[in-house]
């Protein structure tokens, strides 16, 4: 897929591989920043009750914020770890960026963590880049145009065996959300969910889901990944995501293989 438009001062930008590959860079760069951080040692903090926020994390949105609004010059910015411009909101394209997510998984050294990168146009997530520094996993996609896992390509796609294999949140199936389909569904438990959407993207699980409420930075990159790749993603009421919202927060997410999304949603109709 290749599109221009023209954002402020006439300048014109093309969505193509070329633009894909430099925000894969950076992604890239930025994950070796954080295992590079997690090896000197890091400070934490909680935002809330539960949320850690590392100096990992502020050094990535650091750095990227710096070099993704360096490439598409106009462009718009949200991200977990910056405060909100709502500016972002009168602006053609916006960076929608979680700098680690799964950053409780970062903090206990399960390699379950990623960093997530989208493009939105007008709201649709057009480009999403993922990577799993711990794991030197780099998940790309363009809608229109592919996806790709260390540059080879990937298709939301596998053969259905007799139960759905599941990826579902560690902290979820701790609570017990996910108990009611271990019946029926071989439910894995997994950390990131930007890293979930990115394994279904790659079909190497025929579905993920979180019926509870999301942030756009959670999962706009995964949304593109499964998009480009032939999956099939909504929120949970089975309606598509428009990004770039004042209220960044959305109604769960459901994403699954072209072969799997249909019967998933009739399980969780079901419940």
């Not at 930025?30 to 890091?42: S, T, Y």
């Not at 770890?81 to 960076?95: G, I, N, P």
């Not at 007008?122 to 799993?132: D, F, K, S, Y």
Request: glycine share 10%; net charge negative.
């Amino acid at each position: 897929m290749q599109g221009s438009t023209c954002l402020r001062k006439g300048l014109c930008i093309v969505i193509d591989t070329s633009l894909l590959q430099a925000v894969a860079q950076f992604v890239e760069d930025a994950g070796n920043i954080v295992e590079d951080i997690a090896k000197k040692g890091f400070d934490t903090q909680f935002k809330g009750f539960s949320d850690p926020v590392t100096t990992a994390d502020l050094a990535c949105d650091t750095f990227l914020r710096e070099r993704l609004l360096a490439l598409l010059p106009g462009s718009g910015w949200l991200s977990e770890e910056t405060r909100d411009d709502l500016s972002r909101l009168d602006v053609e394209y916006v960076w929608i960026v979680d700098p680690i997510d799964g950053t409780r998984e970062f903090v206990e050294g399960v390699p379950q963590y990623a960093v997530s990168v989208a493009l939105s146009k007008r709201g649709e997530a057009v480009l999403g880049v993922i990577c799993n520094p711990a794991r030197r996993e780099l998940f790309t996609g363009l809608v229109g145009s592919g996806a790709w896992l260390n540059g080879n390509p990937i298709r939301a796609s596998r053969a259905r065996g007799e139960q759905l294999t599941v990826l579902g949140s560690r902290s979820e199936i701790k609570r017990g959300e996910f108990a009611r389909f271990e019946q029926t569904m071989r439910v894995e438990a997994v950390g990131s969910i930007a890293y979930k959407l990115a394994l279904v993207g790659a079909g190497q699980a025929d579905a993920t889901f979180s019926l509870g409420p999301k942030n756009e930075w959670d999962i706009a990159a995964g949304v593109a990944i499964v998009k480009a790749a032939g999956g099939h993603v909504t929120d949970k009421a089975a309606k598509p995501f428009v990004f770039n919202q004042q209220n960044t927060l959305v109604n769960g997410i459901v994403a699954a293989t072209a072969e799997a999304y249909t019967d998933l949603r009739a399980q969780l109709h079901a419940e």
